[in-house]
Structures are given as structure tokens and as C-alpha cells.
């Protein structure tokens, strides 16, 4: 467990970078005052569960496992950094959309709690949605980015692609692209949504468990 917990807290460590480019987005972006309609400023907060799993792939990868960190502890301390990631991301957006967006009384503020739904289920769920969206987002990136050595990984940015370009195209095959996204980010539904991205989570992992196995 000891080592579990250095191992997280060296990769919260290493995004130094990630949280300083965030911050300062997150507090230095503006939307003119001549549009009825802003951006919140918490939405930047995203930014961070985009970033981090660079840094935990490509840096502290090679890192801790040159200090002799068994792959199981890489892969068990990148779960639990990345939910400690999408738990603090959530919170700072959470505040925000709480405490900050009802400042702005000239403009129609739009946070992505509000914009996905989730605010229709009250604020601690979520809240907890946001969480565990996050922490798919940011498993999904891992082993999307943990695969791009090996020919597989290209294998997959292959399929990625031609999903993207062959389904949005053709309007049947859009529409099943569209009704994805609604039930992984759209979802009215918070028990639906939150037990889908728990389960894409957890076969995300699963798929990451396999891979760590045969990696070198």
C-alpha cells in the first residue's frame, strides 16, 4: 500500500506542467462581454484529465520502472492517480459552476455540467458523474497512449480513424455515433450513465492489465 500511494504521489508530482498550463487557462481566459453567451471558466479545468495521462505514460513509465517499480504497481497507482484527478477536477468545476458562474449576471454562462445534464439529478450526483467521466476519459487516453509502441496501438489509431471518417459521413452510421456520446457524456440518466462509464472503466482496465503484461 506504502508503495502504491508513492507511486501516485510521484505522478501527481509529475504534472507540475499539467496543473500550472491549467491554472493559468483557468484564470486567465475570458469571453467577450459583447457575446450573450460564456464559456465557463471551470470547463477549462478538463484540460488537466487531458494532459495527465501523458505525463504518466510517456514520463513516469520509463521513471519507475527504472527504479525498479513492478508493472502491477505502475498500472494499480495510475488507477488510483487518475482518480484522484477526476475527483479534484470535479470538485474545482463543481465550485466553479456553484460559486463563480452565478457572478456573471449579463451573460448566459455555459459549464459542461449544465450542457451534459448532469446538474438535472442535483449537484452531488453530479458531481459524481463528472468523477467517473473524468476517470473514463483518462483510462481511455492511458491505454490508447500506453499501446502506441507496439503494432496494435497503430492497429487501433487505424480503426479510430476510419470510425470517425466512415461514420460521420453517413447519417444511420452517425446516428449511432451521436447515441453513443449521449449515453457516456449525455445521459440523462445518472444511475445509467454513472454504470457506464464504470463499466467502459473497468474493461478499459482490464485491457490495460493484459497490456502491461506484455509489454517489455
Known amino acids: 500500500m506504502l508503495t ?16 500550472i498550463i491549467t491554472a493559468a487557462v483557468v484564470l486567465c481566459a475570458t469571453t467577450s462581454g459583447s457575446t450573450g453567451i460564456a464559456l465557463s471558466n471551470g470547463n477549462y479545468t478538463w484540460l488537466l484529465a487531458l494532459m495527465a495521462p501523458f505525463f504518466v505514460v510517456f514520463y513516469d513509465y520509463a521513471k519507475l ?20 484527478f477526476a475527483v479534484l477536477i470535479s470538485f474545482a468545476n463543481t465550485v466553479i459552476y456553484l460559486l463563480i458562474d452565478p457572478l456573471n449576471k449579463t451573460q448566459t454562462v455555459i459549464n459542461l455540467i ?10 452531488f450526483i453530479a458531481f459524481f458523474q463528472q ?9 481511455f487516453l492511458h491505454v490508447l ?3 502506441q509502441p507496439y503494432w496494435y496501438g497503430w492497429l487501433t489509431d487505424i480503426l479510430l480513424i476510419a470510425v470517425i471518417c466512415i461514420f460521420t459521413p ?14 457516456i457524456m449525455f445521459n440523462p440518466s ?7 462509464c ?12 493484459i497490456l502491461k503484461r506484455k509489454a517489455s
Open 4 to 19: 502504491i500511494y508513492a507511486i501516485a504521489k510521484r505522478m501527481l508530482s509529475s504534472n507540475k506542467i499539467s496543473f
Open 145 to 147: 497512449l500506453f499501446m
Open 65 to 84: 520502472v527504472h527504479l525498479g517499480t513492478s508493472k502491477r504497481d505502475y498500472f494499480i497507482g495510475s488507477l488510483v492517480s487518475y482518480t484522484l
Open 114 to 123: 449544465e450542457l451534459c445534464g448532469w446538474n438535472a439529478n442535483g449537484i
Open 170 to 183: 453517413i447519417a444511420p452510421l452517425r446516428r449511432v455515433l451521436v447515441g453513443f456520446f449521449r449515453l
Open 190 to 196: 445518472a444511475l445509467l450513465h454513472s454504470a457506464l
Open 198 to 209: 464504470l463499466f467502459l472503466s473497468a474493461a478499459l482496465a482490464l485491457g490495460l492489465l
Open 131 to 139: 468523477t467517473l467521466f473524468l476517470l473514463l476519459v483518462m483510462i
